[in-house]
Every structure is written in C-alpha cells, then in structure tokens.
Antibody, heavy 122, light 108 residues
C-alpha cells in the first residue's frame, strides 16, 4: 500500500531554515509528480509546491516562491522541501502528497502523508 | 487564481440524514477538474471524489459528487457516525491548485 512519511519538522526562529523529507513506498515513485501542501493551525489547506516526476520542472505558490525549494531523489524514493527565510506565517503542518499525474502541477492528491509540524517562533 | 467558496460553513445533522455540501468557483473549472477530501481531527485529508463525480478507491457509494462549470456538490446520502468531519473541495483545472475553506459536518 502507498505510504508517505514526512520528517524534519520542528521549531525554528524567524529567518531560519529547515529541510523536510518525505519517504515514499508502495508505488513507483519515479513516475509520479509530487506536492507539498500545508495547513496552518485551525485553518484550511494551501498548496505549496510541485515537482515533476523526473525533477525537471518545479512550481511554487507565490507565498513561498524564492524562499522554498522542492527536490526529489528517485534513487531513494524521497521528496524534500528546503525552507529558507522562514516567517511566522509559515507555521503549519506540512503534508507530502502524491499527485495523480506524472508531469502536471494541476492535479488532485490521491495519497497524503500524516504531516510534520513546522513552528516558526522567536 | 480560482477562489473556491464552500457553503455552509457548518452543517449540523443526525446520523442517517442526507448531507449536501456546496462548492462554488470564482470562474469556470475546466474539464470538471474538481476534487473533494475528508479530514478528521489530527489526520491527513483523504481523497473522496475526483473529476467532480468519480469516487476514489475504496470510497463507499453513499458519497457522490456532481456539478460542472462553477457549481459543484458533494452529497452524503445517509450519514454514518464516521462521516462527521471537515470536507474540502479543490480545483485542479488551472494553476495554482486551490482549496475551498472547508465545511464542517457535525453531529446535531
């Protein structure tokens, strides 16, 4: 069965950096686009970033563009999110989500991890 | 970007009743690329419906989706105790993918 397991969350000061990881199993990781979606405490869902199955294309929400970088290692079945210049408004649970398609950022999300909490606070 | 507005914000119903949730888009959602998710407290969202009306794997047939253009509906024909949760719609017809603010279905 499909499993997505995030790690790397924690408490960081404003302006700091954090790297999230998502270990994938149960499907052919290298053939699907992958996404990060976040949810601030008590709030709704916000799409953050997408990476194409082969890593050749990446897209970001305007709110994180220039600060966050999505990447993947298909040899390790792992997705990453490098978060720099963190702000208090980046505080959220970050979910790794499998896209339904290989190459399109416009996708629904058929499997989700349990999420990892990032808290940006001084 | 396409803004999705869900209504009502909260739906108070009893087990066995029918639930009708609405999702309205600020512009037409191309090819009915509209999905619905269920989220329970402390859990990740779970895909229920994609393509406006196709049920995801393992989703019971009491869940159904309909609509096109700017107006979409999720119907739960007879509420089971495990169906009380927050429901989100999401459009993936244009970039960026966006979500509605959610409808909470609570026990009356």
């Amino acid at each position: 069965q499909v499993q997505l397991v995030e790690s790397g969350g924690g408490v960081v000061q404003p302006g700091g950096s954090l790297r999230l990881s998502c270990a994938a199993s149960g499907f052919t990781f290298s053939t699907y686009g992958m996404h990060w979606v976040r949810q601030a405490p008590g709030k709704g869902l916000e799409w953050v970033a997408f990476i194409r199955h082969d890593g050749s294309n990446k897209y970001y929400a305007d709110s994180v563009k220039g600060r966050f970088t999505i990447s993947r290692d298909n040899s390790k079945n792992t997705l990453y999110l490098q978060m720099n210049s963190l702000r208090t408004e980046d505080t959220a649970v970050y979910y790794c989500a499998k896209g339904a398609y290989s190459s399109s950022s416009n996708s629904y999300f058929d499997y989700w991890g349990r999420g990892t909490l990032v808290t940006v606070s001084s | 970007e396409i803004v999705l507005t869900q209504s009502p914000g909260t739906l108070s119903l009893s087990p066995g009743e029918r639930a009708t949730l609405s999702c309205r888009a600020s512009q037409s959602v191309s090819s009915s690329y509209l999905a619905w998710y269920q989220q329970k407290p402390g859990q990740a969202p779970k895909l229920l419906i994609y393509g406006a009306s196709s049920r995801a794997t393992g989703i019971p047939d009491r869940f159904s989706g309909s609509g096109s253009g700017t107006d979409f509906t999720l119907t739960i024909s007879r509420l089971e105790p495990e169906d009380f949760a927050v429901y989100y719609c999401q459009q993936y017809g244009s970039s960026p993918p966006t979500f509605g603010q959610g409808t909470k279905v609570e026990i009356k």
